[in-house]
C-alpha cells in the first residue's frame, strides 16, 4: 500500500524552463557569453545550478562557472515566478492522491528557498506535507539521501513509497533509494533519454498519474 508520494519539481510539478532560461542567459550575457536556447537550457537542468553553469559554456571557458552561478542564482532570485506556471492538470492529480491519505512531499535539486517559493506561489496552501530542496545537509540526486530522510520523518518503506519526476536523475534517485518511479514525460528529457536511464512506468498525461502511483502496490513497475 503506497503511503508516501514524493514529487520533483522543475519539469514535473511546474514548468520553470522560461524562467531558467532567462536567468542563466542574463549570466552568460554579463560574462560575454552566448546565449542558449531553452532546448539547450533543458538539457542541462536538472542536476544542480553548478552542473548548469559548468555546462552552459565551453570547456575552454569553465573558469567563468562559479561568476555564472553567481549571477544566476542573484537573477534568479527576482524572477522565478516571472512566466513559471503548473504543468495543466497537475494541481488536480496531487490534491486527488492526498485525498487518499497518501502523504505529498516534494524533494528537489533546485536550492531549498526557491523552492519552497515557488511551491508556495504556484500550489495551494498545504498542499504537500513536506518540502525540500538541496541543503548542504544531504548529498544532490541521485544520491538518496534526501529521500531517504523524507521516508524515515513519515515512517515508511520504500516499498510504500513512488518518486515522480520527469528525468534521468529522478529514474536514478528512486532506484537509489529502493522506491518505484513514475517518469512524466511532458518535462525536459526525451523518452529516449528516459528510457536508457531504466524508466519503466511513462505517462504524457497527468490525469493518469494518481492511478500510476496508487496502483503501485510494491512493484517496480506499472
Not at 533543458?42 to 559554456?57: D, K, P, R
Not at 552561478?69 to 512566466?83: G, I, N, T, V
Not at 485525498?99 to 528537489?108: L, P
Not at 537509489?176 to 518511479?181: E, I, L, S, Y
Request: negative net charge; glycine residues 6%.
Amino acid at each position: 500500500m503506497v503511503k508516501l508520494c514524493v514529487f520533483d519539481l522543475d519539469g514535473t510539478l511546474v514548468n520553470t524552463l522560461t524562467d531558467l532560461t532567462n536567468s542563466l542567459n542574463y549570466a552568460l550575457t554579463e560574462c560575454g557569453q552566448s546565449t542558449l536556447s531553452e532546448q539547450q537550457v533543458s538539457a542541462i537542468v536538472g542536476h544542480s545550478i553548478t552542473y548548469m553553469c559548468e555546462n552552459s559554456v565551453p570547456p575552454e571557458q569553465i573558469a567563468l562557472a562559479p561568476r555564472i552561478q553567481e549571477l544566476f542564482k542573484a537573477h534568479y532570485a527576482e524572477h522565478s515566478l516571472d512566466s513559471s506556471q503548473p504543468y495543466e492538470g497537475m494541481i488536480d492529480a496531487v490534491l486527488a492522491i492526498k485525498r487518499t491519505g497518501v502523504k505529498v512531499a516534494v524533494v528537489s535539486n533546485k536550492p531549498h528557498d526557491d523552492t519552497v517559493r515557488v511551491v508556495a506561489k504556484l500550489y495551494p496552501r498545504d498542499t504537500f506535507s513536506f518540502v525540500l530542496g538541496r541543503t548542504q545537509k544531504f548529498a544532490i540526486k541521485p544520491a538518496p539521501d534526501s529521500l531517504n530522510f523524507v521516508m524515515n520523518f513519515f515512517g515508511v518503506t520504500p516499498d510504500e513509497s513512488v518518486y515522480v519526476g520527469d528525468s534521468d536523475v529522478d529514474v536514478e534517485f528512486a532506484r537509489n533509494a529502493g522506491m518505484r518511479c513514475v517518469s512524466v514525460t511532458w518535462g525536459f528529457r526525451t523518452i529516449g533519454e528516459l528510457l536508457t536511464a531504466g524508466a519503466v512506468c511513462m505517462t504524457h498525461d497527468p490525469a493518469k498519474v494518481p492511478d500510476l502511483v496508487l496502483s503501485a502496490g510494491g512493484e517496480h513497475s506499472c
